[in-house]
């Protein structure tokens, strides 16, 4: 497998950008880091497997070959491993995030997958991505768009990079509008979930940023506008288990 130098953090870079936030979230996750995937299986009771299948399914990548895939705020690579499984090797995938700590985990279960080495690992920032222009055929984000303040500014880096015809998929928690489901959701959220996620991580700061950053994270609507304002068309919002997560998707022409 190779890995791009992210060992050696360009600080400049991310404490340049105009984002104030970055340092916490990025502290945040090397510090939840270890616990990460454990959680995610359990507290989604196995969904975001799901969830990202159907967000690589979507890119329309036929058989993969010769083509290449970016997977930004990559975390432990679940996407990136999901999707060389998908494609047997035959899809090219930079996966880059800011947190060490989520890189080396990545590292590691990467380095343990048959279709491993067509994966390169980067250290980087999903608002000043590691790729020259127009160099890939989708760019994909899970769960990560919400930590980023500038929705609007990663987006149009993700439009930069991707050649034309290529595909965007930004997969994001989402609060159901239904007001039952709404209800119960709220309490799972902002009650059960800070309170299981903080024990197991011992870090309840993080899980109780989780459910306020959801709960801020505009509407299907507005998130649909961004994604038009950032030059994407054929943009769409698919809500998957009851809205608790949608699917966007969007194309550069
Ligand atoms: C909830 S995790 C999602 C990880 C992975 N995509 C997944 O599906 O499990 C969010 C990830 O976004 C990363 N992240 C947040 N803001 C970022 C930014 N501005 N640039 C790069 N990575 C970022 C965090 O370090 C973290 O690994």
Redesign the pocket.
């Known amino acids: 497998m190779s890995v791009e130098p992210w060992t050696k953090l360009n600080q400049n870079l991310v404490l340049s ?1 105009n ?1 104030v936030e ?1 340092p916490f ?2 502290e945040m ?2 510090a939840i ?1 270890p616990k ?1 995937d454990f959680l ?1 299986r359990s507290l989604s009771l196995y969904q ?1 497997v799901i969830w ?1 299948r159907r967000a690589i399914a979507s890119l329309k990548l036929g058989n993969g070959r010769e083509k290449k895939m970016m ?9 990136a491993i999901e999707a060389v499984r998908r494609t047997k090797g035959r899809l090219f995938i930079t996966a ?4 060490f700590n ?1 890189l080396a985990l990545g590292k590691a279960k990467v380095e343990k997958e048959p279709h491993g080495a067509s994966i390169v690992l980067a250290q ?4 000043g991505l590691p790729s020259p222009d127009a160099a890939y055929d989708a760019v994909t ?4 768009i ?3 303040m500038d929705r609007h500014g ?1 987006l149009v880096e993700f439009h930069r990079c991707l050649k034309k015809g290529g595909r965007v998929a930004v ?1 994001e928690l989402t609060t159901p509008t239904h007001t039952f489901l709404r209800g119960l959701y709220l309490l799972y959220f902002q009650k059960i979930l800070p309170l299981v996620g903080g024990l197991f991580s011992k870090n309840r700061g993080a899980y109780s940023y989780l459910p306020e950053s959801v709960l801020k994270f505009p509407s299907h609507a507005e998130f649909k506008a961004i994604m038009k304002g950032a030059g994407f068309t054929d943009v769409h919002a698919r809500p998957m288990t009851f809205g608790i997560v949608t699917l966007f998707t969007g194309r550069k022409v």
């Open positions: 950008m984002n970055l979230i990025r996750f090397d880091a990460y995610n975001d990202r997977d930004v705020a990559c975390g432990t690579c679940d996407m880059t995030d800011f947190s989520m980087g920032n999903g608002l984000i899970a769960f990560g919400r930590n980023i990663a997969l």
